[in-house]
């Protein structure tokens, strides 16, 4: 099964195992990624890609970005297969294939392959694993506690997931030993959830959640939901279109509603409780009347990480694969035994290989490398425009790409984080961002802007050649601005009248060691202002640090280290993970089986317990 | 009936599959734009002075709004749909049957 599960990884991914980096949407991975600085609990970004990013940045310095990535999403594929076939338990080989198929070559896991979704790809993976563990999350803490981490380890798509699973057993035990469950569910969910509160304290903004509604149009597209479709962006869903996907999907779902009795007695019903749930709450956006109460409680800064309802539908596809096998072997005869799998291929074929052209490899332009070396050998705060934070990206096929320039460069990067689906919505805390916006204002008319520029603590300007950019020529003719680097991708300006990262109010430039993002060595000075994006709980010494009227952080009189105190609790949560990991690993370990488990009472050939 | 059902689940799944294949996938966007949204439909941002929707975006705008007038008029896609409803329906009524006469009983899903 292993062999077919990476088999299954090569169709998905097919072109992209060449060479080069990938671009698609939010999928960007450039040979050298970067720790995300939510890992810290540090804006201005968004926590996303917390704590998995790590994995990332650190594969990608051992290795490159690409070879990782590429790695991780067939591991991610084969994971699925294997997983998904583990849960058909008692059905004939092929009736697993095709539950392995179903659920990992369904065009939902295809669509967030191809939009870089990789927290809900990989939560995606696991969650056959940790199934049948977090529906009966009373029987062992510790293997509750173990799998709920590691789901939480693909950031909140995952945690989401695993609560949702622990809190449906915990009402199917009708609430047995319901503090120590949810205490050990919560307390897994730590690695994103620390760092997420930190940024949200930092104040952050979301976009309109009614722009996410799962896409369900009329009948068809009712059913094509079941069938992995929905997901709100059309023209990144992968797969066809039209009624076929839709009476596949209403096959498939049949067939698991046939089945549904014939999957392991001790989480068959719940299982089928939760996919339930997950379907309706898939559904919640595309439902009139549902969907202005769904958008409601999306729209605030608690609820925006479930603003997009069709990432639970993992819930229903985790129950429908395997049930769908068990209905084909229910129905009998050879021929339907191989209809799970049939459906599932026809579904997923104009998906594979390559995700319909959105996994082709890229190479970057010679001139990115360029300016990336003369921004490395001279560091300081870069603006990134065009000011988009996604644009269609002419060397990409002219795919949809969040703006790659951040992470292809690394550091401080200063680019939009307007997604520009409402006028004027910001997804950032970078408090410079609303200074940058009259200075681009004024380079669009022509203006010269390099003094406003270095005031905002900006060094270099990269300016790409893609979509709107022609109207920021006028940079070429600002004497403050020095043209560094000139390619038909991108130039690089220099801004002459930038300092230092640290200017005293005296003008006196003041020398800074980094040690690690939130944590460097500041030389002893007055007042100065250093050019990083300002957020609440910088401090020197001990003493607060303030924000500047341009969004970059005032020190006050001192010397030492300057930190960001939030870390620390960011840190703590992290020792406390891996102590208590280690200690789940150990119980686990000594676990003494005295009462047989429902996994040794089961025939396994019929799924069935005796 | 029971072989009634397999014939009825058979031919639906190889409608589905001929109709899954032979459809055109999902179209890619526009080229030249930014922004999160569905790259299908061009932004229809202000100028600079705030006025007017961009030509590009007005055009599209009529485009669809002649479409659906169109797509209703075309009979075949009505009779179309129609059949797939149907052949949907009787995959699910059978399903159904066969399940509620082989194994009818209401279980509450949690238990």
Known sequence: MWLAGVLAGVAVLGPALRPGSLLSLDLVITPRIPVPSGVWGLGPDLPRRVPYGLLLSWGSAALSGPVVAKVLLVAAVAVAFVGATRLAVGTPAVARVGAGVAYALSPFLLTRIGAGHLGVVLAYALLPWAVPALLRPGDRLARTYLWALALACTGYAGGLLALALVLAGLVADRGRRAGAVLGAAIAAQAPWLVPGIVVAIAGTGVADSSRFATRADGLLGWLAVPA???????????????AGVAVLGAVLLGLALAGRTRLPEAWAGRAAGVAAVGLGLALASAVPGIRDMYSDVTGTAVGAAVRESHRWLPLFLVWMAPAAAQGAARLGGRLLLAVPAACALALAVPGLWGADGRLEPVDFPGGWS???????????TVLALPWHQYLDVSFADGRRVLNPLPDYLGGDVLSSSDPELVAGSQEAADPREPHVLPVLARVASGGRVADDLARIGVRWVVLLHEVDWEPLRSLRSDPGLRRVVADRSLELFEVRAWRGPVVTTTGRVVDVRPVVAPLAHVAPSGLARWHRPAAPGWMRGWHGASESPVGTIDLPVGRGFSWFWPACAVVIAYICTICACLRAGRALQRWNPSVPSHDKCMNKQTGRHE | MNRLIRVLLLGAVAFGIVLAVTAAPSSGGTRGQSGYGDDT????????????????CLAFLETQVAEPASATDDSGNTVEYLIYGVGVLVVFGGVTYFYSKSHFKISFPWS
């Open chain 2, 41 to 56: 439909v061009p932004p229809c941002r202000e100028d600079q002075s705030g006025q007017e929707a961009s030509a590009e």
């Open chain 1, 228 to 242: 992995g479709h929905g997901f709100w962006r059309a023209s990144s869903q992968v797969g066809g279109t039209g």
């Open chain 1, 370 to 380: 360029t300016a990336s070396q003369a921004i490395r050998e001279r560091p300081g």
